[in-house]
């Protein structure tokens, strides 16, 4: 068990949420369950989206029965559209009223051998990017009702410090309907890291992108913010290595991230601030400062390239069959 050196003291700086919703994606375990927790337990009524399993329901049972929140369970496979759209319309149903105050897109898998999710789209692609895509796109009209009633929304995107990973733009092909046919699985299995770098990559640059095509009306109220969580021990690694991540390369990335991580609740820390935290601003990007290290989150410099931006935003639209993402 690591020792959690900052968040404790970053929560204690939080105003309290009471009367406001916070919608978050892939809360069972890791960073999203923390986060749930953090915003339960400041007064908000918490929406957690994950797919149906024994570990969604202990998640629940955990807020509602340990912490004493007001949660709710919203069956989501972001491995499937269908999915997504059942979600958002159960979602929006029951926020009618108030609308989405936050909505953290965090959910990811990685690592994943070559295949296709159900819509035959890459499983990481679709999972960590995609579907998210898709899924704020359904949401909007709930974003738009709490920034009308409470003066602002925030959406919030969870990048990775493999944004990076060998400094690659956004490529088309990862983003087309050819799960299954990327290739990668054989030794040294370094193209199942091309794609969930682009995943990451993705997450921030659909903050930017959104920053560039929201409606100048909704600019000031509804805040685009992007954190990351620095290398740490979420459990994620273990998902990986379960799902056939046992190669030489795999066990490289793994060893590495594990070496120097930090807790999960300091992994938190970025998107805590970008949820809960007083005064930040459209386009801001949280997390520990120095590719791949560990340390309290902070303000990072824009990491923009409208060049991908504009092509992610572009493949995103094809992809989940979105005509106007604000309609």
Same mark, same amino acid.
């Not at 969580?229 to 990335?253: H, M, R």
């Not at 601003?281 to 400062?289: I, L, S, V």
């Not at 303000?299 to 992610?312: C, M, T, Y």
């Given at each position: 068990?690591?020792?959690?050196?900052?968040?404790?003291?970053?929560?204690?700086?939080?105003?309290?949420?009471?009367?406001?919703?916070?919608?978050?994606?892939?809360?069972?375990?890791?960073?999203?369950?923390?986060?749930?927790?953090?915003?339960?337990?400041?007064?908000?009524?918490?929406?957690?989206?994950?797919?149906?399993?024994?570990?969604?329901?202990?998640?629940?049972?955990?807020?509602?029965?340990?912490?004493?929140?007001?949660?709710?369970?919203?069956?989501?496979?972001?491995?499937?559209?269908?999915?997504?759209?059942?979600?958002?319309?159960?979602?929006?149903?029951?926020?009618? =009223?108030? $609308?989405?105050?936050?909505?953290?897109?965090? !959910? @990811?898998?990685? +690592? %994943?051998? /070559?295949?296709?999710?159900?819509?035959?789209?890459?499983?990481?692609?679709?999972?960590?990017?995609?579907?998210?895509?898709?899924?704020?796109?359904?949401?909007?009209?709930?974003?738009?009702?709490?920034?009308?009633?409470?003066?602002?929304?925030?959406?919030?995107?969870?990048?990775?410090?493999?944004?990076?990973?060998?400094?690659?733009?956004?490529?088309?092909?990862?983003?087309?309907?050819?799960?299954?046919?990327?290739?990668?699985?054989?030794?040294?299995?370094?193209?199942?890291?091309?794609?969930?770098?682009?995943?990451?990559?993705?997450?921030?640059?659909?903050?930017?992108?959104?920053?560039?095509?929201?409606?100048?009306?909704?600019?000031?109220?509804?805040?685009?913010?992007?954190?990351?969580?620095?290398?740490? =021990?979420? $459990?994620?690694?273990?998902?990986?290595?379960? !799902? @056939?991540?046992? +190669? %030489?390369? /795999?066990?490289?990335?793994?060893?590495?991230?594990?070496?120097?991580?930090?807790?999960?609740?300091?992994?938190?820390?970025?998107?805590?601030?970008?949820?809960?935290?007083?005064?930040?601003?459209?386009?801001?990007?949280?997390?520990?400062?120095?590719?791949?290290?560990?340390?309290?989150?902070?303000?990072?410099?824009?990491?923009?390239?409208?060049?991908?931006?504009?092509?992610?935003?572009?493949?995103?639209?094809?992809?989940?069959?979105?005509?106007?993402?604000?309609?």
């Amino acid at each position: 068990m690591l020792e959690t050196k900052y968040y404790h003291d970053l929560v204690k700086s939080f105003p309290r949420m009471e009367g406001k919703n916070v919608v978050i994606t892939g809360c069972t375990s890791g960073t999203g369950l923390v986060l749930a927790r953090t915003c339960g337990k400041l007064g908000a009524t918490v929406y957690m989206l994950n797919r149906p399993s024994e570990r969604a329901t202990e998640a629940l049972q955990l807020l509602l029965n340990t912490d004493h929140s007001k949660a709710h369970l919203v069956p989501c496979d972001l491995q499937n559209f269908d999915a997504v759209h059942e979600a958002a319309r159960q979602l929006n149903a029951l926020i009618e =009223d108030e $609308g989405c105050d936050v909505l953290c897109n965090n !959910a @990811g898998v990685m +690592g %994943l051998p /070559d295949r296709a999710s159900s819509n035959g789209y890459d499983v990481q692609i679709q999972t960590n990017h995609l579907s998210h895509f898709l899924l704020t796109s359904l949401l909007w009209p709930a974003l738009k009702k709490a920034a009308a009633k409470r003066g602002e929304a925030r959406l919030i995107n969870h990048s990775s410090g493999a944004r990076r990973m060998g400094n690659k733009p956004i490529l088309a092909k990862y983003f087309e309907a050819n799960g299954g046919h990327l290739g990668g699985d054989r030794f040294p299995g370094l193209q199942k890291w091309q794609r969930y770098q682009q995943s990451k990559l993705a997450n921030l640059l659909f903050t930017y992108a959104l920053m560039d095509h929201v409606p100048k009306e909704y600019e000031e109220k509804i805040k685009f913010l992007t954190a990351h969580p620095g290398p740490t =021990d979420s $459990g994620l690694q273990a998902k990986t290595v379960s !799902a @056939g991540g046992k +190669g %030489l390369f /795999d066990k490289y990335i793994i060893r590495r991230t594990l070496k120097q991580a930090h807790s999960v609740e300091d992994g938190t820390s970025g998107i805590a601030i970008c949820a809960c935290g007083e005064n930040v601003k459209t386009g801001d990007f949280y997390g520990p400062a120095g590719n791949g290290k560990s340390g309290p989150a902070v303000l990072l410099p824009a990491e923009r390239d409208k060049e991908s931006e504009n092509l992610l935003w572009t493949l995103s639209l094809k992809a989940t069959g979105i005509e106007h993402f604000f309609g």
